[in-house]
């Protein structure tokens, strides 16, 4: 579930549409969540559908940690990619705001987050010469992220979380003691799914 004050823009006749906020959402709040209306799906079950419905669910679908594909029942499946992402994911099944994010600005992830099949081509950013996310930048990028999601956790008791009732039960408490400091983060490297680990193991 993405979070309530944004809404789905377009942005531009290259690009599509996108996610945009509507009111200020300040660092340390969850933007995205994983819930149970978001559909998830095997890898077989989707090579079974029709061509085009296969082409629908692989372009606004993500992998998860254990290999099925995600994909989300809201606006959230439009959230573009950027280098500069202010949605950060998280181990607990959510994303986090790792700075303030203002009325009108665009919503944008890390697509290395989301366990990628294959190369993904993106546009050219300001100060950035790369035009493409391959998928083991995951194992790159991680530590990076970690660290942004660390030095706002101490926000997330301080503002408001209206989806903070969606985080999954078996992350509740740790998520809280985390946020109080209690206990450390845990690593979003927890959520990569390794293709490789499978092939061998399978």
């Not at 439009?78 to 992402?85: C, E, K, L, V």
């Not at 400091?181 to 990569?192: A, H």
């Amino acid at each position: 579930m993405i979070h309530p004050d944004t809404e789905l823009r377009l942005v531009n006749e290259i690009i599509g549409y996108g996610v945009f906020a509507t009111k200020f959402i300040p660092q340390g709040t969850i933007v995205w969540v994983l819930d149970e209306l978001d559909q998830q799906f095997d890898e077989g079950y989707i090579l079974s559908l029709d061509r085009l419905q296969q082409e629908h669910v692989f372009k606004y679908s993500f992998r998860g940690r254990n290999g099925n594909y995600i994909l989300c029942w809201d606006i959230g499946r439009y959230i573009n990619h950027s280098f500069y992402a202010n949605c950060i994911s998280t181990a607990y099944d959510f994303e986090i705001a790792p700075r303030d994010i203002y009325p009108g600005e665009e919503l944008t992830d890390h697509y290395a987050c989301f366990n990628l099949d294959k190369p993904f081509e993106c546009l050219p950013e300001p100060g950035i010469t790369k035009t493409k996310v391959m998928p083991d930048d995951f194992l790159l990028l991680y530590p990076e992220w970690d660290r942004q999601v660390a030095e706002v956790m101490p926000y997330f008791n301080c503002v408001e979380q209206p989806l903070r009732k969606f985080i999954s039960s078996k992350f509740v408490d740790k998520v809280n003691a985390v946020a109080a400091g209690k206990e450390r983060l845990d690593s979003v490297l927890d959520t990569y799914y390794d293709r490789q680990h499978r092939l061998i193991t399978a």
